[in-house]
Structures are given as C-alpha cells and as structure tokens.
C-alpha cells in the first residue's frame, strides 16, 4: 500500500477524519486510479453522513480491490447506525465472507437482523457470536431480548443465566441480568441472582427495595421485611421501602418494632416529601390491621393531602371526556367497525374502577391452561393517543374515530395481538387487566369485534376507599387523593359503563367482586363459562391459587368502609342522589 494510504487509514482508525481526507484527497490528485484510496475516501463519506456519495465510492472502488474484514464492518456498522439496514447486512456479509471469525460482525449482523424482523436468522448470528467469543456479554444479551421479543421467556432466562456463569464478579451485570428476570416473572431465579450480589450492595437502596418487593411477590415476608428494613437504614427517604414494610404482614398492634421505625420517619427532618407521603400510608394500614380506625383515618388523610398538592384533577375536563366518548361512539359509529375479528387468540379486557378486584379476576382465569394473563397493559390506551395520527387523521381521540377506516383498525389489532401475543404460549384467551380500559371499549369494539369483557363491580363506598388508602406510584391517576374527585371518576365511571351495556356490540360479563370472594367455586364456574371455557380441563376452583387470593382479599376488602362510615357520608350522598346506593 502506498505511504500516503497507510498515513490515511492511521489518522482514519485514529478518529481525525478530517486529517485523514486531506490526505486521502491529495494523494488521489496524483494518483486518481488509486482503488484502496478511493474505498477509504467512501468510507469517510459515510462516517460524514454523505450517504450517496459513500456508497458511489465504494461501489466503484470494489471492482478492483479487495477489502480487508475490518473496514467492511466498519461499513456495516455506520450503515447501520444510519438506519440502512438491508446495506447494513451486505456490507457485515462480505466481512464475514472474508473472515468468518469476526465474532462483532456476528453481533451486528444479528442486531441488524433482529431490526428487520428475521428473528431465526438474528438468532443463529447471536449464537455464533457466543461461539467464537463466550465472554461476549452484549451478545447474551441481545439473544436474551430477542427470544423475549418472540414469546420465549423460558429461552430468554437461558440467555441471561447462561451469562451470568461468565460474569458472577460484575455487579453492574449480575443486576441487569436480576431485574430482566423479574421483568419476565422468573421472581426465583432473579431471588437468586440478586441474593448472590447483596453483600455487595446491602448498602444500595434501590437495590435492597427491588429484592424486597420481589421476595415480597415469591411470599418470602420476613426475608423481604429483612431487606426493606435495611434500605430505611441507608436511605431514610426510600418511600417505597416503607410501603413494602407495612404490606409484608398484618400486625397486631402499633408499637411493634418495624411500626415504630415508620413512626420515625414523620420526626426525621431529613426525609423527603415523598418519604413522609410513604411513611403515612404505610402508618395508615398499620393502624387499620390494629382496628385503630380514627389514627389510620388520620395518616390516610395526611397522606393524600400531601399528595394532592402535587398532583392536579379537573373534574370538568373528565366530565367532558367521557360526554365526548358517548357522543362519538353512537350506534352508527360502532355499526360501522369491522366484523370479521383479525387472526389470533381471543382478548379479554378486565375492566373496572382501579381496586374493584381486575388483578384477582385475571389470576383466576389465569390458572385456566387456554389463558395467558398478560398483566395490567397500557397498551389500548397508548393506541388511542396515536392511532388517528398514524392514520393521517387530525383531531385527538376520541374526535379521529368516525373518519377511522378498516385497514387502520386491523393494523392496530394485529399490532396489539402481535406484542401481547409474543409473550404468551399459543394460549386461546390473552388477557389484558388494565382497569381503566373501560374507557376505551368502544375503540376495543373496532380492534376486536370478538373481543369478550369482564366488568368487575365492587360495592362503590368500598371501592371509594380503597383508592383513597392507595400510593400510586403512577403520575396519571391524578384523581385519587380526595374523596370528592375519586366519587366524581366513579359517577362517570357507571354512567360510561351503563352506555356501553345498552350499547356496545361486544358480550359484557359483570362480576360482583365480593360474590368472587365469598363463594370462589361457584362464581369462578361462571366465569370460565362466560368464556366458553366450561367443562374445559383445568383446576378446580378450590386450587391453592386461588384459596391464597380468597384469604387475600377477605383480609383486605369486603365492607371496609364501614369502619370509615363517618368520612364516607358526603360521598355516599351523592352516591345516593342518583341510586348508585
């Protein structure tokens, strides 16, 4: 190679493209034929952002010249970077043509694949990858995600597990490797993983609360209680430690020991706003397990006023949104949607006021082997808000909806089933417990005309309640800190969901969350067959599942608001005045 190339491609690999053009340019004045110049010159094109003119270069370069590896992948990769990923996947090709060994260029071309779609292909690059280089971490990680991204969550922990065995020593890894984990409900094995690296981060927490809740989930209290304790210790303002210390058991009276260090919180001038929010829930249901219902009212109502100042909930504004969606979802409207149901299973949307039971009434179908709980999803609603925009229609929703044609709507239903489905095992039934989705049934009706829906109803003081006693770590719920404003939510909630039962085109199941409770064996048996699922193989209805969620909600819910009558009265008037009580 001449001199002026090879002083090129040093500033070039160096970073100093513009040192290496210079000479590149001058040498191809005296040399204009020069191929191996040309091909650099196209390269630094292209790092440059002068796509085009780049990839002229190169084109012309190769008919008589030979690349080495490196710089075909290094091609690739700022192809790649700049979203061109069909050429992304010729140019990392012909490196690996040349050097089949190049275990990055591997790891590229599965990135770049898995970006097209080509989930196979992606995944035997991944694996290559590993092959020629094991302690490869990044690579473990992308195949981890990629057979998340496909539905195969036992695959997925494979992958992580398989790199946590060539990095027990990296902390940082060792707790990506504990929350991927958890993110796809494999709470044991992210136990594991975590509890290896507390030594080293007992002094961490966040890591400490993460643990804490997920032993708290895996029904491991005490060793979650071990935890949360530690992280108050450390950090006197980590809020959520001190919801999760008081969730972990029932107790019996407020001057226990874990009690009192909650009590602390209030004295200590060093913890935060949000910390102090926390400690009084927390102190709130301490006092409701003792049946000291005026100071469990107190912290309740200490809580919430502090919350409330934080957060802003215009009655008014909600009052028109849901005028807005009754008057734009008319017969003619829903007449109009699509009858023929996209290819795939069958979504059920358990739907409700937040806390009338939608989590219970999903684990309880979940234990059907044709069901896949797919969890508490922000997916409807994420299409509401964009799915006129895709559609090249103005206004926001629900305004876009008339002027919605079929193929939107079937693009949208086939997005939703594609990632919903992903996680799931083939089962028939995916369901999505997102309560709020009682806003979007309408829109619902238009995606899946054979969609089914469950509505829990709870009794309304009960539900009132049980919203007001709950920290939502969630910006949206902006109403749930004054009793008046969740009794407004829950007027327009059971005037929306009265419409939707006179009108809607789609079966609606209405479950009393308290007969759930009460007799699970019976209610349980209508559930499933408002499925079509009776006389299906599945567990009896007294599984231990089940009898855990029976004892759970018996401790929790029913006739709560009994022992708050007092507080409740200006919201059960209303309640009254229009015959909701």
């Given amino acids: 190679m001449p001199e002026a190339y090879l002083t090129a491609y040093n500033l070039y690999a160096k970073g100093d493209l513009a040192a290496a053009r210079s000479h590149l340019e001058a040498h191809l004045r005296g040399t204009p034929g020069d191929q191996p110049a040309c091909f650099?010159?196209?390269v630094i094109d292209l790092e440059e952002g002068a796509l085009q003119g780049g990839l002229n270069r190169l084109e012309a370069a190769l008919k008589d010249f030979q690349p080495p590896a490196p710089l075909c992948h290094r091609i690739g990769r700022v192809l790649f970077e700049q979203k061109q990923y069909q050429r992304a996947v010729q140019w990392l090709g012909r490196a690996l043509k040349i050097d089949p060994g190049l275990s990055a260029s591997h790891y590229w071309l599965g990135n770049t694949l898995r970006l097209l779609g080509e989930a196979k292909a992606a995944e035997a690059s991944f694996k290559e990858a590993i092959r020629l280089a094991?302690?490869?971490?990044?690579?473990?990680?992308?195949?981890?995600?990629?057979?998340?991204?496909?539905?195969?969550?036992?695959?997925?922990?494979?992958?992580?597990?398989?790199?946590?065995?060539?990095?027990?020593?990296?902390?940082?890894?060792?707790?990506?490797?504990?929350?991927?984990?958890?993110?796809?409900?494999?709470?044991?094995?992210?136990?594991?993983?975590?509890?290896?690296?507390?030594?080293?981060?007992?002094?961490?927490?966040?890591?400490?609360i993460r643990l804490g809740?997920?032993?708290?989930?895996?029904?491991?209290?005490?060793?979650?209680?071990?935890?949360?304790r530690r992280a108050i210790i450390r950090n006197p303002s980590a809020g959520p430690a001190y919801l999760g210390l008081a969730d972990v058991k029932t107790y019996e009276s407020p001057e226990e020991t874990d009690a009192i260090i909650l009590r602390q919180a209030l004295d200590n001038d060093g913890v935060s706003r949000d910390g102090i929010i926390c400690s009084h829930f927390a102190l709130g249901k301490i006092h409701d397990d003792c049946r000291d219902y005026v100071?469990?009212?107190?912290?309740?109502?200490?809580?919430?006023?502090?919350?409330?100042?934080?957060?802003?909930?215009?009655?008014?504004?909600?009052?028109?949104?849901?005028?807005?969606?009754?008057?734009?979802?008319?017969?003619?409207?829903?007449?109009?949607?699509?009858?023929?149901?996209?290819?795939?299973?069958t979504p059920v949307f358990i739907v409700g006021m937040v806390r009338a039971g939608t989590t219970l009434v999903e684990d309880t179908l979940d234990i059907h082997p044709k069901v896949f709980g797919a969890g508490d999803l922000a997916l409807v609603g994420k299409l509401a808000e964009g799915l006129g925009k895709r559609a090249g229609l103005s206004g926001a929703y629900p305004d876009y909806i008339p002027a919605l044609d079929h193929a939107s709507l079937q693009g949208a239903a086939h997005y939703y089933l594609k990632k919903v489905a992903a996680e799931s095992a083939g089962e028939a039934f995916i369901v999505d417990s997102n309560p709020l989705n009682f806003m979007h049934l309408g829109l619902i009706a238009g995606l899946f005309p054979n969609a089914r829906v469950i509505h829990c109803r709870r009794n309304p003081l009960d539900t009132i309640l049980s919203i007001y006693f709950r920290y939502f770590p969630s910006r949206k719920i902006t109403y749930a800190y004054d009793?008046?404003?969740?009794?407004?939510?829950?007027?327009?909630?059971?005037?929306?969901?009265?419409?939707?039962?006179?009108?809607?085109?789609?079966r609606i199941f209405d479950l009393d969350y308290e007969a759930l409770v009460k007799f699970p064996e019976k209610v349980t048996q209508r559930l499933m067959a408002s499925l079509d699922l009776q006389g299906e193989e599945s567990p009896a209805p007294g599984d231990e599942t089940l009898e855990q969620n029976n004892q759970h909600s018996y401790r929790v819910s029913i006739d709560r608001w009994k022992n708050y009558e007092t507080h409740l009265e200006p919201v059960a008037a209303k309640l009254k005045k229009v015959g909701i009580l």
């Avoid at 809740?213 to 949360?228: D, F, S």
């Avoid at 404003?485 to 327009?492: K, Q």
Wanted: net charge negative.
């Fill in 40 to 42: 650099l010159l196209g």
């Fill in 134 to 208: 094991p302690g490869q971490a990044r690579a473990h990680v992308s195949l981890a995600y990629l057979y998340r991204e496909e539905g195969l969550r036992n695959e997925a922990a494979e992958a992580m597990l398989g790199l946590a065995k060539i990095t027990p020593d990296n902390i940082a890894t060792m707790k990506k490797i504990g929350k991927f984990l958890a993110d796809i409900n494999r709470l044991e094995m992210a136990e594991k993983i975590l509890t290896k690296i507390l030594p080293e981060e007992n002094e961490n927490p966040e890591f400490l």
């Fill in 213 to 228: 809740q997920i032993r708290q989930k895996l029904g491991l209290l005490e060793e979650a209680a071990q935890v949360y």
């Fill in 295 to 345: 100071h469990a009212f107190e912290h309740y109502q200490q809580a919430n006023s502090l919350k409330a100042e934080e957060t802003a909930f215009d009655r008014e504004v909600f009052r028109a949104l849901v005028q807005n969606i009754v008057n734009t979802f008319k017969h003619d409207v829903l007449n109009a949607f699509p009858k023929t149901p996209v290819p795939g299973p």
């Fill in 483 to 506: 009793l008046e404003d969740i009794c407004e939510v829950y007027l327009e909630y059971n005037r929306l969901m009265e419409y939707w039962a006179e009108n809607l085109p789609l």
